[in-house]
Each structure stands twice: as C-alpha cells, then as structure tokens.
C-alpha cells in the first residue's frame, strides 16, 4: 500500500486548506484512515479518524468542530478539510492505514504511512 499526501501549503490564520491523500491497493475500504501532524521538534499526534465505512469519525480536542475528515472508498482517497487555521495547526500532516477498520488513535495502531506534506499558518 502507498499512500501520497497533497494539498499542503502556506496560509493566514483564519484560512482553510484541504489535505487529500490518495492510496493504492484493492483493500482501502476495509480500513480505518487517520491523519497524524507533526510539528518540529514534537513527537506524531492524532488529529483525526475515520473508520472503513465513513460512518464513524474521530477527532482530537484540538481541532474538533474546525476540521471534517471524509473518505471516497471509490477512489481510494481520504481528505482532511481544515478551517479556521491557527499557527498552532502548523505541521507536517500524514494520513495512515490502520490496522482494522475501526477508528483508532494511536500512531501504533496504524501500519502505513505517506511522506506527508507540510501546512504552515502564519499570524
């Protein structure tokens, strides 16, 4: 499985951006998909979860009710719409596989990684 990262960039506190993140292979939808940032310095944290259907989702206290997370089990693609941006969402964003198709929130409990792609917030 490979999944790929796009939709990073530069943006003003108060912005939006939307990450998407493409995967390969013919069991997409039988797996939960996160996203996980990382700022310099910092270990991986969660941001969010979605479990193999779309039905359940999952996000940390810090970015609920300003980012959706959504999949297209069609093609193969989760996105991360994020609104209301802070200079704290600075990172780099990676989405993952997880392990079984329900939500999870431990970078453990996911198998396989993008490269991910870098979103700066400026104030």
């Known amino acids: 499985v490979q999944l790929v990262e796009s939709g990073g960039g530069s943006v003003q506190a108060g912005g939006s951006l939307r990450l998407s993140c493409a995967a390969s292979?013919?069991?997409?939808?039988?797996?939960?998909m996160g996203w996980f940032r990382q700022a310099p310095g910092k270990d991986r944290n969660f941001v969010a979860t979605?479990?193999?259907?779309?039905?359940?989702?999952y996000y940390s206290d810090s970015v609920k009710g300003r980012f959706t997370i959504s999949r297209d089990n069609a093609k193969k693609m989760v996105y991360l719409q994020m609104n209301s941006l802070k200079p704290e969402d600075t990172a780099v964003y990676y989405c993952?596989?997880?392990?079984?198709?329900?939500?999870?929130?431990?970078?453990?409990?996911?198998?396989?990684w993008g490269q991910g792609t870098q979103v700066t917030v400026s104030s």
């Open positions: 979605i479990d193999y259907s779309g039905g359940n989702t």
């Open positions: 993952a596989v997880g392990w079984s198709g329900t939500v999870r929130v431990t970078t453990g409990e996911y198998r396989y």
């Open positions: 292979g013919s069991t997409f939808s039988m797996y939960a």
